[in-house]
């Protein structure tokens, strides 16, 4: 039983220290030698717990390749532990595409910019400073936390958080749930405030496909053409009509949509645009997640104008619905043809985990706690994050950054895009609304 309230957290300080976060550059790009090493960050977190009496630990997969993770005991020693995590590293920005240095953490006109400002140095501000008041004002969470601050999200997690889930598994001892991105921040709809928790994300299977047929001379007939085999499929594959396939989480959250707004509910791809559409700057997030999405990314084939190549590649990044994965990968394999060798690169599973949960009833209580008129519903994530790894051990992953978020700001053209920014009075919210959680004020 807390003494302090946690939601009296003193929230004027999360900005800056979410801001010199950003101006620490952690740019992923993947194996490409430009990544930055997350080390940096990872030091600075370290020192910044210190100064509060944490002592928290540094894993190194490769050099500079640095997650942190430590424990912080809870009020209440019957209940498992909870895995509270964020990302350090962050993707790459061009700088001639913004209005400001994607580096410089600059606060002004009430936002917060630069890379990382929602993905997700946002949530590693909001994790530290809430620790930090725990120390400052004396006070505990309700579940013992394994604070994790992970490397390399952005290019799958290979040597972050799967990582550490590969090697270090102990560490995650005990915990049952984790929140992390995507999730918890609040859409208009209907005029009313509706807060997605992310209970699910779809299953990732990036592939290569290969061509290979005979080299010649461009002036020669030649019907093994390695570019025109693999363009057939590609073509193939781009076209591809996914059938509608809404899992339970789409179906409770559109449900809901037509509830506050009238509209009709029903399977009609037109009633599930138009539901769709209600969402906003989410509808992006969440339009991709009624089907199976599969998009050709790359291609690469021959040198020369008048040389057939003997070989040509290409790739693509397909989505698909928790449970269809299998059926999915062949579906792909049968468009391509048997010319053409397809090799998944990167799989992983999706999931989906229950929104009817008392986790969940916790966050909703916190949000209400700062938004009384909030409604909360839950949403299947079209992308990737690292609770994937940690479902590998049993933990259940929730998104839950919570951000109570203008209606004109466009929340998911800021992931990954130009100009990312974050309102200052969203992080504020967010700061306090996670210490409500943590500190399981009801
Ligand atoms: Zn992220």
Redesign the pocket.
């Known amino acids: 039983m807390n003494h302090v309230d946690p939601a009296a957290i003193d929230t004027s300080t999360v900005a800056e220290l979410c801001a010199e976060l950003i101006r620490i550059d952690t740019s992923n790009y993947g194996v490409d030698p430009r990544t930055k090493p997350e080390r940096p960050a990872a030091d600075f977190v370290v020192d910044f717990l210190k100064k509060y009496g944490y002592e928290s630990e540094i894993y190194e997969s490769e050099p500079g390749r640095a997650s942190v993770v430590l424990r912080v005991e809870g009020s209440n020693p019957d209940l498992p532990a909870l895995v509270v995590h964020g ?1 350090l590293d962050v993707v790459p920005a061009i700088s001639d595409n913004w209005t400001v240095d994607p580096f410089g953490g600059e606060i002004k006109d009430g936002y917060l910019w630069g890379r990382g400002a929602v ?2 140095k946002n949530m590693d501000a909001m994790i530290l400073t809430v620790l930090a008041d725990m120390k400052t004002r004396g006070w505990k969470p309700e579940r013992e936390l394994i604070v994790a601050f992970f490397a390399d ?1 952005e290019a799958g997690g290979v040597l972050g958080a799967q990582w550490m889930v590969d090697n270090h598994p102990e560490l995650f001892a005990g915990a049952t749930e984790a929140i992390s ?1 995507v999730g918890g921040y609040s859409v208009q709809v209907g005029g009313q405030n509706v807060y997605l928790i992310q209970t699910g994300e779809k299953g990732m299977n990036w592939m290569t496909l290969t061509a290979n047929g005979r080299a010649g001379h461009g002036s020669q007939v030649n019907h093994d053409n390695a570019i025109t085999k693999l363009a057939t499929a590609i073509s193939r594959i781009g076209q591809e009509q996914w059938p509608i396939e809404l899992t339970d989480t789409v179906r409770v959250l559109l449900e809901k949509v037509a509830e506050l707004t009238g509209l009709p509910f029903s399977e009609d791809p037109d009633d599930l645009a138009a539901l769709v559409k209600e969402l906003g700057p989410a509808s992006p997030f969440v339009g991709a997640t009624l089907k199976t999405q599969a998009n050709p990314t790359q291609l690469d084939g021959g040198y020369k104008v008048n040389v057939i190549p003997g070989v040509a590649t290409g790739a693509v990044d397909m989505r698909p619905i928790p449970g269809t994965e299998d059926k999915a990968d062949y579906i792909i394999r049968e468009l391509a043809g048997s010319d053409i060798d397809v090799t998944s690169i990167v799989r992983t599973s999706g999931y989906e985990v229950p929104f009817d949960a008392n986790l969940v009833d916790q966050m909703s209580a916190a949000i209400l706690a700062e938004d009384p008129d909030a409604i909360i519903a839950p949403y299947l994530l079209s992308g990737g ?1 690292d609770n994937k790894s940690l479902m590998q051990l049993g933990i259940t992953g929730y998104g839950f950054v919570p951000l109570a978020l203008p209606a004109d700001y466009n929340f998911s053209a800021m992931f990954h895009g130009n100009d990312e920014r974050v309102p200052l009075e969203s992080l504020e919210f967010g700061t306090r609304t996670l210490a409500r959680f943590l500190g399981g004020v009801r």
Do not use: A, F, G, I
């Open positions: 990302h993905d997700m999200e991105e994050t």
